[in-house]
């Protein structure tokens, strides 16, 4: 086995280059997946990539690396319509996988109940992939392509998450069976922008763990703009707002119920981040 430690992001893509090698950032999902089993014979770890790391201006957006963790974006100073993120960020299992694991970890994992996604789908981010042959970006709702699978290359490291201006406030909303170290069951998160008279001017909502892939819901999205003032956006989410949804029987829930939590969920995280008090 081969374990190398480079110290820039042009070494590391260059580690890259003959496509054999796992990536290593937090290890929260790597080593859990190898418990009785052998490591990958190559391992290329970004720990010391501190360019990987950090939240920044990009523009009137946000710039979040690759490698920073889900402590570093719960503590960070964000306008409110990152909110969801930073709520969700202090549900990722316990402190010390929050203190270990990587919003770039989270993504690349593609789990379906991973819960950095939805809040990152409603901000209407992108991610930045880097090889040795440059960077490109691809919308986040196009870079999770199904369960367990991204459009990530095996040259490619995934070394930012871009954010464009975003206004509002945004709200993350998680069913489980207990506060922490749990998968979800199912979640949701919503970012709604409200205009000057005090009803919705705008939304972007998405739910996780019910489909093999967290996705936006442009129907009720549409049908919540421009809700009248004082009508909690709740009271419009209706079956057939998840009927697009393919959620799995397991161990942790039953599809049937995955699919009503979903709307008693989503009906929460909208009037969260529309300004009404839980009801």
């Known amino acids: 086995m081969s374990f190398a430690q480079p110290r820039s992001l042009e070494e590391a ?40 790391r950090g939240i920044s201006r990009q523009g009137a957006g946000f710039r979040l690396g690759g490698a920073t963790t889900w402590s570093e974006i719960a503590a960070a100073s964000l306008p409110p319509a990152f ?21 770039a970890g989270n993504l690349c994992n593609a789990s379906p109940a991973a819960d950095g996604v939805p809040p990152l789908l409603a901000l209407d981010a992108a991610v930045e992939l880097a090889s040795a042959n440059g960077t490109r970006q691809l ?3 196009e870079f999770i392509t199904g369960y367990r699978r991204t459009a990530r290359q095996p040259d490619e490291i995934l070394s930012a998450v871009i954010v464009p201006p975003s206004a509002g406030r945004s709200a993350f909303v998680k069913l489980g069976a207990r506060r922490y170290l749990v998968i ?28 093999p892939v967290a996705q936006r819901l442009p129907q009720l999205e549409r049908e919540l703009a421009g809700l009248a003032a004082g009508i909690r956006p709740s ?16 161990v942790r829930a039953e599809a049937w119920y995955r699919r009503d939590a979903a709307i008693h969920v989503l009906g929460a995280a909208l009037d969260r981040a529309a300004g009404f008090e839980s009801s």
Do not use: F, W
């Open 139 to 141: 919308p986040l709702s």
């Open 83 to 103: 909110d969801a993120l930073r709520q969700a960020a202090r549900e990722v299992g316990s402190i010390q996988i929050q203190n270990r694991g990587t919003i």
């Open 13 to 52: 893509v260059s580690l890259l280059s003959g496509g054999a090698a796992t990536l290593l950032a937090g290890g929260t999902d790597l080593y859990p997946a190898h418990v009785g089993k052998p490591l990958p014979r190559h391992v290329v770890s970004l720990g010391r990539v501190t360019e990987l």
């Open 184 to 211: 979800s069951i199912v979640m949701a998160a919503a970012c709604v922008e409200m205009a000057p008279d005090g009803s919705i001017g705008s939304v972007r909502v998405a739910i996780g763990a019910a489909s």
């Open 235 to 250: 009271s419009r989410v209706a079956t057939r707002h998840v009927e697009s949804l393919r959620p799995i029987d397991d």
